[in-house]
């Protein structure tokens, strides 16, 4: 199934409605789909560079407003399916606890999985299921997923084709890394000034 869906987005960035196609996926990605949109913005801008920072932006801004999807169906559905689901089995009281925890760390938590491969929907929705300040949710949002697509389409942009293979083989490693090294110079910057 999902090689199916693999092919079908990889002929689509080929064709002349790829923008739309991968504002679409971007989109959808944020809040069900499992295919990260990666996969079509990367033959797009191998295909056209002149285009390139156009299919980033794209991709960026469609995320994040699958994002805000995923973050309503959170919101919503939780209160009219979920929470019932909890008070019954005796749960409700923990959740309050896990909520809090939660958006103790929520930017962190939206930023480091909007970078990395972790899927994003999980964080989108349950930022809407924990009532995550909502700014907050979309401060780290736009951020990460600027900061994932545009990095990616500059190294495109840049390093052409060899690039693709490299990032292909490495993507978790190197979104793990580049969150290491975030974290560890916020955490630097904190303990030495």
């Known amino acids: 199934m999902f ?41 797009m801008v191998l295909a056209e560079r002149r285009k390139a920072w156009l299919f980033a932006a794209i991709a960026t801004i469609a995320s994040v407003l699958g994002g805000i999807f995923g973050y309503v169906i959170g919101y919503f559905l939780f209160d009219t399916v979920g929470q019932p689901i909890l008070n019954f089995y005796g749960y409700g009281h ?61 190294l495109l942009y840049w390093f052409g084709p060899p690039i693709k293979s490299f990032i292909d083989r490495y993507f978790g490693i190197l979104s793990v890394v580049f969150v290491v090294l975030l974290v560890g110079g916020f955490v630097l910057i904190k303990y030495v000034m």
Do not use: C
């Open 3 to 43: 090689r199916r869906a693999y092919d079908k987005m990889m002929n689509l960035a080929s064709h002349r409605n790829a923008p739309w196609a991968l504002a679409g996926v971007a989109f959808v990605e944020s809040s069900v789909f499992p295919l990260p949109p990666d996969i079509m913005l990367i033959p």
């Open 94 to 154: 923990r959740f309050e606890e896990f909520a809090a925890r939660y958006n103790d760390y929520g930017a962190w938590i939206v930023f480091i999985a909007g970078v990395t491969p972790f899927p994003y929907k999980v964080i989108t929705i349950a930022s809407g299921v924990t009532h995550l300040n909502f700014f907050v949710f979309m401060i780290a949002s736009v951020v990460a997923r600027g900061i994932r697509f545009f990095a990616l389409t500059a």
